[in-house]
């Protein structure tokens, strides 16, 4: 699992068009990174549409903004054009990216043990090296600490 100050761990997946996205494709950019457990759910559509909220802010400011989650990219297609995100969701089906990321884990609901996404985020900056790292977040807090670190107030 990656830590503050250590180089991101790069990756390759799919975004919701079926398109390769690769973290150094944005290399020299600041990068807010995101994981969710799934598309279109409450907590979810908080984080996602927190950080579209706050999009035009993180670009002016040199950055992008990427989802990930093991959701299928035709879900994701869906959720993606539904709520105008204008950045990229991207599918980590066999959740090999989440697990590099330490956002893969063990959850409990209801009595029932389960593994799945431990809501997160990493800011990752223009050098690719890991600025700010939160493992199981709050949707609201991840907005906000990962935009203030975006964009340099944290």
Known sequence: MPKVGTKAPA????????????LSDFQGKTVVLFAYPKAATSGCSVQAKGF???????TKAGGVVLGISPDPVAKLKKWHDKEAFG????????????EKYGAW???SMYGKTYFGVVRSHWVIGPDGKIVDEQIKISP?????????????KE
């Open 140 to 152: 609201a807090d991840s907005i906000a600490k990962g935009t203030a670190c975006a964009l340099g």
């Open 52 to 58: 579209r909220d706050n999009l035009a802010a993180i």
């Open 11 to 22: 990756f390759t997946l799919p975004n919701q068009d079926g398109r390769k996205i690769k």
């Open 105 to 107: 884990g063990e959850k």
């Open 87 to 98: 950045y990229d969701l991207l599918s980590d089906e066999d959740h090999a990216v989440l």
